[in-house]
Structures are given as structure tokens and as C-alpha cells.
T-cell receptor, first 114, second 113 residues
């Protein structure tokens, strides 16, 4: 059964055209994360939510925003996508914020910017 | 902050041989070390993890060892199979650093027939 679901799996957008990626989870986990992963690189954390508390990584561009309207859903908004934003976007969840809480990843959304 | 180095970046083995991937971390306060396997175009999947109060953990053909003094940990895969071919990422988490993972740079493992 799918636990962390991402839609769409593939997204094509035009340079500068806003795009929203979505993530939902059936685990009832408190924490949700968004990662950006470029080809042959490790996932890079963009931000995370602990419940409704939003935490931005210091080097996350302002072009990236996020919303978490409820426990189950989290959205990644890219306001003006550039060519350099083409990547796989991974959503992850963890039960809590404890140092040993496992992170579970969704299947990812592959974003193409034309 | 934490820094994790991972070696080698690519590893090619014959089916049935063992594979070893090594990671070092910089912050002695790190206390949790997961390993993720990522097949092409798919999500990273946790395959094994180890906590700092344990020196070794094994799950069937996969084992992880941790040397806290030297600040390094390793993934061992025995009797490799073609389906083991993937990118493997190590990661580390700091005590008091919440649930923020610092990933290694990844190892592309290829198991050849």
C-alpha cells in the first residue's frame, strides 16, 4: 500500500510558469520534508514541516515555497521555475522529529523545465 | 554542521562477490546512520540503519558496521545479485540535530553477470 504519494509523477512546465507539486501520506506522520535531487547527486533538503511549523533551509531559494494545509498533505510551489530547477522532487515523512526517526520517501516528481 | 564523505563513487563487482561501501562523518555527536538504496528513477528506500550504541547490524545479505572512534561506517553486501545494482547513499544524523539527514554523495553499484 502506498504510504507517501506524490502527484504528478512527471511534470513539464515552461520557464517562469508557476508549478505546484503535491505530496500526501497515509502514515499520520508529524513531519514532512521536501528534497530536491539532481542527476547523480544526493537529495538536498529544501524545507520541512513539524506539524504546521515551517522550517526553511538557509540555502533554499526564495523561488521555492511550501504549504501544509493539514497533516496528510504538503505542497511545493515553484513560483518562477528556471532551467536549473529541473530535478526530481522527493517528499518524505517521519513519525516525529527524534534523531532516530526513520524518513520514508515518496516516489518523487520529475520536473522538466522547457 | 555535519559532513559525510562516501567512497567509492562507483563500484563494479561480479555476481556472487561482496561489495563494501564506506562513509566517514565529521561530527562525533552524530548518532544515527541509515543507508538508502535508490534504483534508477525510483525513491530512496531505507535498507538498513544503525545507531551509535551498536557496532554492527546484519539483515540477511546486508550488514553495516560502525566505528565511532574513527567516525566511519560501512555497508557490506554479500553474495551480490544483479538486483542489487543501484545507487547507495549513506547518511548521518546529529544528536540534537533533530531529524535532519546529511547524505553522502552516493555510490553507483553495478553487479555484473
Amino acid at each position: 500500500d502506498a504510504m507517501v504519494i506524490q502527484n504528478p509523477r512527471y511534470q513539464v512546465t515552461q520557464f517562469g510558469k508557476p508549478v505546484t507539486l503535491s505530496c500526501s501520506q497515509t502514515l499520520n506522520h508529524n513531519v514532512m520534508y521536501w528534497y530536491q535531487q539532481k542527476s547523480s547527486q544526493a537529495p538536498k533538503l529544501l524545507f520541512h514541516y513539524y506539524d504546521k511549523d515551517f522550517n526553511n533551509e538557509a540555502d533554499t531559494p526564495d523561488n521555492f515555497q511550501s504549504r501544509r494545509p493539514n497533516t496528510s498533505f504538503c505542497f511545493l510551489d515553484i513560483r518562477s521555475p528556471g532551467l536549473g530547477d529541473a530535478a526530481m522532487y522527493l517528499c518524505a515523512t517521519s513519525r516525529d522529529w527524534g534523531a532516530t526517526d526513520t524518513q520514508y520517501f515518496g516516489p518523487g516528481t520529475r520536473l522538466t523545465v522547457l | 554542521g555535519e559532513n559525510v564523505e562516501q567512497h567509492p563513487s562507483t563500484l563494479s563487482v561480479q555476481e556472487g562477490d561482496s561489495a563494501v561501501i564506506k562513509c566517514t562523518y565529521s561530527d562525533s555527536a552524530s548518532n544515527y546512520f541509515p543507508w538508502y538504496k535508490q534504483e534508477l528513477g525510483k525513491r530512496p528506500q531505507l535498507i538498513i540503519d544503525i545507531r551509535s550504541n551498536v557496532g554492527e547490524k546484519k539483515d540477511q545479505r546486508i550488514a553495516v558496521t560502525l566505528n565511532k572512534t574513527a567516525k566511519h561506517f560501512s555497508l557490506h553486501i554479500t553474495e551480490t545479485q544483479p538486483e542489487d545494482s543501484a545507487v547507495y547513499f549513506c547518511a548521518a544524523k546529529l544528536t540534537g540535530g533533530g531529524n535532519k539527514l546529511t547524505f553522502g554523495t552516493g555510490t553507483q553499484l553495478k553487479v555484473e553477470l
